[in-house]
């Protein structure tokens, strides 16, 4: 998780960059959402090379999962 929101903040940072650069940033408005974690019981279908386990998808101590609201 933290070299994912490295990575984000990284690329955030070269696009925000960018903007300033080409004199858009003052109309841009940036906005961060969450695709609501992952689906129970779908094991292991994106991460690669890591082994099935029940916590690849698991939510917990929250409710609901993707397509929930």
Do not use: C, W, Y
Not at 42 to 55: E, Y
Request: glycine share 8%; aromatic share 2%.
């Amino acid at each position: 998780m933290a070299a994912m929101v490295s990575q984000i903040d990284a690329k955030i940072g070269q696009f925000v960059a960018a903007l300033e650069k080409t004199g858009q940033r003052d109309n841009t408005l940036i906005l961060f959402t969450s695709d609501n974690g992952g689906i129970e019981s779908l094991k292991n279908a994106h991460a690669g090379d890591v082994p099935d386990s029940p916590r690849n998808s698991e939510n917990d101590p929250l409710r609901g999962q993707k397509a929930t609201l």
